[in-house]
Nanobody
Framework: QVQLVESGGGLVQPGGSLRLSCAASGTCFSIYGASWHRQTPGKQRELVAIISRGTSTNYVASVKGRFTISRDDAKNMVYLQMNSLKPEDTGVYYC?????WGQGTQVTVSS
């Protein structure tokens, strides 16, 4: 079991950018890969982006071309670069590895 801690959320205007970070307390991402999920009130948590233990990535259709997931194994970090943000990207973003979740970080896109 590892502890996952997200950071980097906040309030941003539509069209803006944010970079989310997820720090793991131990080695996880390089072994199991990682993913970012988001949850909005009244909706199920959805998978947003995933990175394999290699270099493969995949995204939900609504964020393709705008979000980029990446990993720094030396630092046990995973990132989510979010560009051209839209109000519908608002939600709590969670990092996931193997069977562990972070506490989430709030992203609000609003003018």
């Amino acid at each position: 079991q590892v502890q996952l801690v997200e950071s980097g959320g906040g309030l941003v205007q539509p069209g803006g950018s944010l970079r989310l970070s997820c720090a793991a307390s131990g080695t996880c991402f390089s072994i199991y890969g990682a993913s970012w999920h988001r949850q909005t009130p009244g909706k199920q948590r959805e998978l947003v982006a995933i990175i394999s233990r290699g270099t493969s990535t995949n995204y939900v259709a609504s964020v393709k071309g705008r979000f980029t997931i990446s990993r720094d194994d030396a630092k046990n970090m995973v990132y989510l670069q979010m560009n051209s943000l839209k109000p519908e990207d608002t939600g709590v973003y969670y990092c996931y590895c193997r069977a562990d979740w972070g506490q989430g970080t709030q992203v609000t896109v609003s003018s």
